[in-house]
């Protein structure tokens, strides 16, 4: 797997954590509730974000990598992300005919959806197949520490860097797209919707973003709404005072792909039902450039 490498004296270093979750973000329930990692790494109940336990999703994850060092391909790998953790959901691979009984059964004990039966870390050290040949690591004091690597990384002065205006919107990972967007969302995977007043809304759109923002601007002007950019950020801001004051939304454009952008609109000011009326007129100018919207619920 891509995620562990060797260093320079031939020690396995696991990389690649710029979206793992903290201890430190762990909640009053005990649980984690950050969605991070590669998604076909990810154990089921990190995608239902109800909070899950750390060290068991790990454990998951850590099985997803034995499965592809032994099969040579992952256990859920589909091109179309609900049909991936429809998958994940339920569990729903096979082991390869080459595989040993030992392997297989230690695997799906890995591999179980259920995080409560899971096998556990204890567990695994006591599996008869996982203890053939098994040595435990050895510790030293002091390593010789091989820090060109790490002298490399910081070479580039801070003092180099200038503001520019953005060619491209910021990109969102899988986990952060469907986070963010209730109509790819997971938790409709595993339980029924429940009705509520939002603040905020999505849509996606296959248009150039630069399109995107006109069609917004266009949209807004005409229903009262002052219009200010920054690079793939926009403010509109309403000329009238409503039952909470001016009504202003906040508008950001993503790229989920090179031709696929998610656009995010959220109620920064007023009153949010007059934000629901608002994005019912505002959304009519944009069905030109509107692929896929999310519904907004009224009381």
Known sequence: ??????DSYGVLKISDFGLSAFSQQVREDGLLHTACGTPNYVAPEVLKDKGYDGKSSDIWSCGVILFVLMAGYLPFDEPNLITLYNKIGKADFTCPSWLSPGAKKFIKRILDPNPLTRITIHDILNDEWFKKGYKPPKFEEEEDVNLDDVDAAFNDSTEHFVTERKEKPESLNAFEFISRSQSFSLDKLFEKPTGHVKRETRFASHCPPNEIISKIEEAAKPLGFNVHKQNYKMKLKGDKNGRK???????????VAPCLHMVELRKTGGDTLEFHKFYKQFSSGL???VWKAEDIAEE
């Open 1 to 6: 797997p891509e995620n562990l490498l060797l």
């Open 245 to 255: 004051g001016q009504l202003s939304v906040a508008t950001e454009v993503f790229e």
């Open 287 to 289: 069905k030109d450039v």
